[in-house]
């Protein structure tokens, strides 16, 4: 089963509301991804986390904060957001960190009031 | 960081045609995949590949990485199979890098 899940599907809130955005994976993978991808873009590397260890990339502002509470879940909270963190977040995951197939949910669909 | 070309960026075929898309990265990877995204925005992975040829059914690819590009061949081209086409890759960073895409649509 390649499955990795996402929760909720779509999701409106305004600026001044916390949120979080739920991903999971029963595939025993090591490595987590979250990215953000605005319409007819490419996806964005937001964060990643793999063996226990969480890289950002340095681009993303404070009120997006992941979270790994064990190895086949991956939350992203959100606080403060604005109108142009509106976008599609994808979260992936791999078996082995950057030499290895990732596999992607099917998103979530933000919009930030 | 590394830099990621994708050709053509827009392309219309005929039901049933062939195409070949193409990918350029700026450095050495030890990372290339090929994913579909479909109409409702889920990536679809199509092809791991750093090196070398892969084929699964009517799609195959070719990376050759010394000369760092990858290539994407689609036979017999279907209307499912219209969407935007993504090369990703990583150069040994924590980066993930994804192309800026190619759109295809395929026409009854």
């Known amino acids: 089963d390649t499955e990795v899940t996402q929760t909720p599907k779509h999701l409106v809130m305004g600026m001044t509301n916390k949120k979080s955005l739920k991903c999971e994976q029963h595939?025993?993978?090591?490595?987590m991804y979250w990215y953000k991808q605005k319409a007819k873009k490419p996806p964005e590397l937001m964060f990643v986390?793999?063996?226990?260890?969480?890289?950002i990339n340095e681009s993303v502002p404070s009120r997006f904060s992941p979270e790994c509470p064990n190895s086949s879940l991956l939350n992203l909270h959100l606080h403060a957001l604005q109108p142009e963190d509106s976008a599609l977040y994808l979260c992936?995951?791999?078996?082995?960190?950057?030499?290895?197939?990732?596999?992607f949910g099917p998103g979530t669909r933000l919009t930030v009031l | 960081g590394i830099q990621v070309e994708q050709s053509p960026p827009d392309l219309i075929l005929q039901e049933g045609a062939n195409s070949t898309l193409r990918c350029n990265f700026s450095?050495?990877?030890?990372?290339l995949q090929w994913f579909h995204q479909n109409p409702w925005g889920q990536l679809i992975n199509l092809f791991y590949?750093?090196?070398g040829t892969k084929q699964n059914g009517r799609l195959s690819a070719t990376t050759v990485a010394t000369e760092r590009y990858s290539l994407l061949y689609i036979s017999s081209s279907q209307t499912t199979d219209s969407g935007v086409y993504f090369c990703?890759?990583?150069?040994?960073?924590?980066?993930?890098?994804f192309g800026p895409g190619t759109r295809l649509s395929v026409l009854p």
């Open positions: 992936a995951s791999s078996q082995y960190l950057a030499t290895d197939t990732q596999y």
């Open positions: 595939m025993g993978h090591r490595a």
């Open positions: 986390y793999s063996y226990e260890k969480l890289s």
């Open positions: 450095d050495s990877v030890n990372n």
């Open positions: 590949i750093p090196s």
């Open positions: 990703a890759v990583d150069n040994y960073g924590q980066n993930f890098v």
